[in-house]
């Protein structure tokens, strides 16, 4: 957070956006009150990341002193992607701030229109199936990957979302395969491999688990979670 502290700090707007990339992941809540005031940052990129950091916090009235700056960043935010509203990737984006903002039907729309202008475009079928399974419609999140998968084969990602999904719908075989399929398209992601291994061993397949942590080992000798799993 020290370091991240003094990113904030940085002249360089490109610095400041990557200390806000770093706090992604941290509740929205959490993180209000450190970086509230770049949502009227003199760079255009460095309030377009802080106000999709924030957007949930549309949803929470105790956050309403932040609304106004907020409720400005977000417009401008959706101009900006306007400029490139012939794009899935503009489609993706829109979808995801709509779903931080909790209007999910107006997430699935965005995410269905992505698929509208590029059918093959993988992050639009993903993000709609994880917002299908976030909504209990798994088996409809299934299907769309299914789907997707068919036009194009060879998306390692689709894969291992489709083995995902089939984990919690009880296809454990099914999600087995899938993994495994996103392993081979993607080897160099280690987090392919332990998923996939996490789920051999869960289907009491042990000594297969251990193999293929083993296998991954010798791709990504000093990575710690593939490590942390074998031992």
Known sequence: LDLVDRGLEDPDPLVRRGALLAITLAPPEAIAGRIQGFLNDSSLIVRMVTAELLAPLMRNPEAAELHPSLLRAISEYRKVQGINADRPETHVNLGALEARLGDA???????????????????????????????????????????AITRVPDDAGLHHALGLALVRTGEKEGAILSLARAVQLAPESPRYALVHAVALHDSDRVEDAISALSLALQIHPEDRDLKGALL
Do not use: H, I, M, T
Not at 133 to 147: F, I, M, N, T, W
């Open 105 to 147: 039907q107006a997430a699935l729309a965005c995410y269905r229109e992505a698929l509208r202008k590029e059918p093959s475009f993988g992050p639009a079928s993903v993000n709609l199936a994880d917002l299908l399974r976030a909504l209990k419609r798994d088996e409809e999140g299934v299907q769309v990957l299914q789907d």
